[in-house]
């Protein structure tokens, strides 16, 4: 294909065509649950949740990064292995929707997200009706934030993830260790070779996603950071004197979201707003979720370590036990070189006048240089038994 007077090859055409459409995979899911894919670029995403060209980088399914939950002005930037997210207060972008791990997620956040803003409008419909907004309000504050709801369901995915993918490492693993136990050959040591570099990558991922979780723990203010919509009724309410950020799209329910956010947070408004309690029993949840996970693997890096011990002690044994055959073999060599050297030196063609008339003196040769030859045999076996050189 020409362009601008260059020839561009067609694989180059089908890899940057490629290339195009997987950095604009995205899909967009509000309060309600709808979901709507995104044909935009980088910048778009950029602009509409206001976060760095870094912080989306770290997104990027081209570049390695480990598991990371930030938390920036208006947004939560998610990567947990496969799931890729940007959460807002009211949205969540998703990365990659047409992938099969991906898939079950977003069925997930389209069943999960309506669920508890429906209820949380019947709630206060009802309660509206009898007469009391007060009632409504405390309602709406017993509501988790949309952006913790978004982020229980990709926690709750990834932990499950991992621990199927943990399940099913331990019921390929087992079964090959003891196996190796009765049997040492060549296949069965490759198969539990394969399976424990599957174990340690495993560990790493899982061990990513723990620390990701223990150090968000550690630090209240990172878990602050969280509160989008804490932050976001905040800028909105009177107390601040700010109107609605001018980077939300213009929308007909816009402000009754807004209004509902801040009649959520209120009471966190005006009380502590390092609060983060609820997000930490979050978070500790599912912290230790990941960690029994990570326990499980630990058992069976235990596992097979004494596997490997037990193999190394049966190795051991056996060599042993080629070492006591070698001594015999080498014992039994000496004492019939003994013997060979004696035939040896009567065998030479040498004049002698004693071997004249004495015919029976080679018969008495023969016994003298056996029994002399065993005697040292067992000699030298008594004295190996004695020092413990051979077992009992």
Same mark, same amino acid.
């Given at each position: 294909?020409?362009?601008?007077?260059?020839?561009?090859?067609?694989?180059? =055409?089908?890899?940057?065509?490629?290339?195009?459409?997987?950095?604009?995979?995205?899909?967009?899911?509000?309060?309600?649950?709808?979901?709507?894919?995104?044909?935009?670029?980088?910048?778009?995403?950029?602009?509409?949740?206001?976060?760095?060209?870094?912080?989306?980088?770290?997104?990027?399914?081209?570049?390695?990064?480990?598991?990371?939950?930030?938390?920036?002005?208006?947004?939560?930037?998610?990567?947990?292995?496969?799931?890729?997210?940007?959460?807002?207060?009211?949205?969540?972008?998703?990365?990659?929707?047409?992938?099969?791990?991906?898939?079950?997620?977003?069925?997930?956040?389209?069943?999960?997200?309506?669920?508890?803003?429906?209820?949380?409008?019947?709630?206060?419909?009802?309660?509206?009706q009898?007469?009391?907004?007060?009632?409504?309000?405390?309602?709406?504050?017993?509501?988790?934030?949309?952006?913790?709801?978004?982020?229980?369901?990709?926690l709750?995915?990834?932990?499950?993830?991992?621990?199927?993918?943990?399940?099913?490492?331990?019921?390929?693993?087992?079964?090959?260790?003891?196996?190796?136990?009765?049997?040492?050959?060549?296949?069965?040591?490759?198969?539990?070779?394969?399976?424990?570099?599957?174990?340690?990558?495993?560990?790493?991922?899982?061990?990513?996603?723990?620390?990701?979780?223990?150090?968000?723990?550690?630090?209240?203010?990172?878990?602050?950071?969280l509160?989008?919509?804490?932050?976001?009724?905040?800028?909105?309410?009177?107390?601040?004197?700010?109107?609605?950020?001018? @980077?939300y799209?213009?929308?007909?329910?816009?402000?009754?979201?807004? %209004?509902?956010?801040?009649?959520?947070?209120?009471?966190?408004?005006?009380?502590?707003?390092?609060?983060?309690?609820?997000?930490?029993?979050?978070?500790?949840?599912?912290?230790?979720?990941?960690?029994?996970?990570?326990?499980?693997?630990?058992?069976?890096?235990e596992?097979?370590?004494?596997?490997?011990?037990?193999?190394n002690? =049966?190795?051991?044994?056996?060599?042993?036990?080629?070492?006591?055959?070698?001594?015999f073999? %080498?014992?039994?060599?000496?004492?019939?070189?003994?013997?060979?050297?004696?035939?040896?030196?009567?065998?030479?063609?040498?004049?002698?006048? @004693?071997?004249?008339?004495?015919?029976?003196?080679?018969? @008495?040769?023969?016994?003298?240089?056996?029994?002399?030859?065993?005697?040292?045999?067992v000699?030298?076996?008594?004295?190996?038994?004695?020092?413990?050189?051979?077992?009992?």
């Amino acid at each position: 294909m020409a362009r601008d007077g260059f020839i561009v090859p067609v694989d180059t =055409q089908a890899a940057l065509k490629k290339k195009t459409v997987a950095a604009r995979s995205w899909i967009l899911l509000d309060c309600t649950g709808e979901g709507t894919v995104l044909d935009v670029d980088k910048y778009a995403i950029m602009h509409r949740v206001q976060i760095h060209a870094r912080d989306l980088r770290i997104l990027d399914p081209l570049l390695s990064y480990p598991s990371t939950i930030l938390g920036r002005e208006r947004a939560i930037v998610l990567n947990l292995e496969h799931i890729k997210a940007i959460i807002t207060a009211e949205e969540v972008l998703l990365r990659d929707p047409s992938e099969d791990n991906v898939i079950p997620i977003v069925e997930e956040l389209r069943r999960r997200l309506p669920a508890a803003n429906a209820k949380s409008q019947e709630q206060g419909d009802g309660r509206e009706q009898n007469g009391g907004p007060n009632d409504a309000e405390m309602g709406e504050e017993d509501e988790s934030p949309f952006e913790f709801r978004a982020l229980e369901v990709a926690l709750e995915a990834i932990c499950s993830f991992l621990d199927a993918r943990t399940t099913e490492l331990e019921s390929a693993a087992y079964p090959a260790l003891d196996e190796l136990t009765s049997k040492i050959s060549s296949r069965n040591l490759d198969r539990v070779r394969k399976l424990k570099s599957q174990m340690t990558r495993l560990t790493a991922r899982v061990q990513k996603v723990r620390d990701e979780l223990e150090q968000l723990l550690d630090d209240d203010d990172d878990m602050a950071d969280l509160y989008l919509s804490r932050k976001l009724a905040g800028a909105s309410s009177p107390v601040s004197g700010s109107g609605v950020p001018s @980077w939300y799209p213009a929308s007909p329910t816009i402000g009754s979201k807004i %209004s509902r956010a801040s009649r959520a947070s209120m009471t966190s408004i005006h009380g502590n707003e390092n609060d983060v309690e609820e997000l930490e029993m979050l978070l500790e949840a599912y912290f230790m979720q990941i960690d029994g996970t990570l326990n499980k693997l630990n058992t069976l890096r235990e596992y097979i370590d004494d596997t490997e011990d037990y193999i190394n002690i =049966q190795l051991d044994n056996h060599r042993n036990q080629l070492i006591q055959l070698e001594l015999f073999l %080498s014992s039994g060599t000496v004492c019939l070189s003994i013997y060979a050297l004696v035939a040896g030196v009567f065998g030479m063609n040498i004049p002698y006048t @004693w071997n004249d008339e004495h015919g029976y003196m080679f018969k @008495w040769v023969i016994i003298v240089s056996g029994i002399a030859c065993a005697a040292l045999f067992v000699l030298i076996i008594s004295y190996a038994r004695l020092k413990g050189l051979l077992g009992s």
